[in-house]
């Protein structure tokens, strides 16, 4: 199984960005999808989900009406657009899947600042 994030950067407050993670390794379609975040000294927290069929989805309270998740699944590509973006969503954001145990890729880091 292979989760590998990209699209992090540095970008101000009330500015956009869009998160792409790419897999492999697995039946990308039959699998929900999330992306969870981890700020400095924090746990690790849910951000967003999306269901493998109909492609349901289910946000953290947080990130509610500014984030949205999607998924490509001829490309095995998951994505996270973030909107209206706050210095509080600093954090490294990982996507992840659950096969028995939850996985993990290795993370890209989202720096909102001024």
């Known amino acids: 199984v292979q989760l590998v994030e990209s699209g992090g950067g540095l970008v101000q407050p009330g500015g956009s960005l869009r998160l792409s993670c790419a897999t492999a390794?697995?039946?990308?379609?039959?699998?929900?999808m999330s992306w969870y975040r981890q700020a400095p000294g924090k746990e690790r927290e849910f951000v967003a989900l999306?269901?493998?069929?109909?492609?349901?989805?289910n946000y953290a309270d947080s990130v509610k009406g500014r984030f949205t998740i999607s998924r490509d699944d001829p490309k095995n590509m998951v994505y996270l657009q973030m909107n209206s973006l706050k210095p509080e969503d600093t954090a490294v954001y990982f996507c992840?899947?659950?096969?028995?145990?939850?996985?993990w890729g290795q993370g890209t880091q989202v720096t909102v600042s001024s």
């Open positions: 992840s899947v659950w096969m028995g145990r939850r996985r």
């Open positions: 390794g697995f039946t990308f379609s039959s699998y929900g």
């Open positions: 999306i269901t493998s069929v109909g492609g349901s989805t």
